[in-house]
């Protein structure tokens, strides 16, 4: 069972486990507990009329004498594709702002600061098709195109730039580590060296490939790094046209399987949200003090122990053809 | 709780889920289900009447035409200190020596190639007291202290280097990633790159201060390098005669904290065993093929995608002291 059958892991707990052993149990999965936020009313009716959850969380730090909390709310969009992957490209667009438009509309009753949608958000994942059109007709101008003509009306956009920058904000200093990058832990760490307390991860991927490391790879970049990491993934199965193969040795098929939701925020103290739904378009409020990056980086202090100056010089050796291993022999 | 009271998360799970939801919360907590390894009936006697648990798993991989299967049996090795840390030093050693004596002799009967006992296991944790004596008496001789000898009896031992060296021994090639040295993303990957197949982890380490942690970085690490890693924990409290602080605004106590167990074995694949118990002594045996290291980098590529040249000059950059952060303002 990869797909669409079981809703989540914390609705499988909340439902079986005993109250005393489930707060055990969330201790050892997700750390610290989160504080539920409380979140308008009005923007709960809203998003059961639009079809989507919503949930709220607060990662908490100590008060200091010098700086006030410095919180930033953030929210986290997981979403199907309202229109199929063969309808009209110029009709998916529309329904996909339309649909986004909606659940930003939830995010900013919500107070949200910075909003982070879904890898290739306006459009099908077709990438593993391999094929080119109709895909390449999704593509558009990142500085004059509809999308982010869309996105100036409501939310925060910057464009891109070589090596690992962060962006300084008024709410933070931020950065975006795209999908497949959250393999690679010197990818967060880069980010983290160059200054980010709220790393992004906007991905795309599937139950049967990847469902198992996606509560390890960016709640450990939290951890490793001293900072807040958003893991956000899509929802649903998206039909292409024409078959293709995955070069798995399965035969072709029109699908590339089941995005299975479960976005998530996880904070460097190892606290951690539930996840949002496998199975449900949701937004995902989180308010963070960004102080706590600070205070755990005072207490655990990986940044001041990291042999940097060691890593850079073994790595510069391990990169030349010529390298030989250190290994001990008997 | 985060003490002795509850035994482990798996024992919870398995008690209160039905057995298809426990199926679903497995597969997404540990990824591909691992084999129940069957260890002679007469090795879970003697760890009975050890009062020890003993659990046995196996990691598979898909048949080549080329390798045969490369198995090897690692045991992890949790304990409590068996007699007070005030009792005399020699007697200490001793008990300790007979305790894993008797583990060990199990470990040899399951037929494990490589034993990995827990940080520190000849003493108790006493790092923690900041004093020197009698602590100090604990030290010993790498090269022919008696716990050496002790060990040459039955088990693997070599004597450390420089760098991230990596040991070619006949079962695989290994490394030993100490204690702390987990937090950091980059130790692991320099074993890795130096050609480690499976990381040990010997720590020491409790509830209150990381035991949310415990799931994600040696997990972490393994998918990152494509590699087997092995977490071993201490088991218990330890109480020291003379009370001290821990700079944690605290009074001052006789104990450091508990220690939670739950040693286990990750795979490449995402996958894990589950953990020993959190309160009682234990052995963990694992059969790794280590085929599936080079099967799981062939999938997932990451030391090919992994940037290690820019990583290289980016840190070779983030180390000198005029070094300017890539910040993007508004």
């Not at 490391?213 to 490793?224: H, L, S, T």
């Amino acid at each position: 069972m990869s797909g669409p059958e079981w809703e989540s892991l914390e609705q499988c707990l909340e439902k079986h486990l005993p109250p005393a052993e489930l707060q055990e149990v969330k201790r050892i999965l997700y750390g610290k507990e989160t504080r539920k936020l409380d979140l308008p009313s009005r923007a709960f009716e809203f998003a059961s009329e639009g079809d989507f959850e919503l949930q709220g969380y607060a990662f908490e730090a100590a008060e200091e004498q010098l700086r006030g909390p410095r919180t930033v709310r953030v929210g986290l969009v997981q979403n199907r594709i309202p229109l199929p992957a063969d309808a009209p490209v110029a009709k998916q667009v529309s329904a996909l702002h339309s649909r986004i438009e909606t659940i930003t509309e939830v995010a900013a009753m919500c107070g949200v600061n910075i909003i982070c949608f879904q890898e290739a958000w306006t459009m099908p994942f077709a990438f593993c098709t391999r094929e080119k059109l109709p895909w390449t007709e999704f593509a558009e101008s990142a500085e004059d195109g509809p999308t982010t003509r869309f996105c100036q009306k409501s939310t925060y956009y910057m464009e891109g730039d070589l090596g690992h920058p962060v962006f300084q904000t008024q709410f933070g200093r931020i950065a975006v580590n795209i999908c497949y990058g959250r393999h690679h832990p010197l990818n967060w760490l880069m980010y983290s060296v160059n200054g980010a307390e709220i790393i992004f991860n906007p991905s795309a991927t599937i139950g049967t490939l990847s469902e198992s490391m996606w509560p390890v790879e960016a709640r450990n970049a939290a951890i490793a790094n001293h900072c807040f990491t958003c893991a956000i993934n899509r929802v649903g199965k998206e039909y292409f046209p024409n078959e293709f193969t995955s070069g798995d040795g399965k035969k072709a098929h029109h699908d590339f399987g089941y995005f299975y939701g479960s976005s998530y925020v996880a904070a460097p103290d190892s606290s951690r949200t539930p996840g949002l739904p496998r199975n449900r378009d949701g937004l995902l409020v989180a308010e963070l003090n960004l102080n706590l990056c600070r205070q755990v980086n005072d207490v655990w202090n990986f940044k001041m122990t990291g042999r940097y100056d060691m890593y850079a010089r073994e790595l510069a050796e391990a990169v030349k053809p010529n390298y030989s291993r250190n290994i001990v022999k008997e």
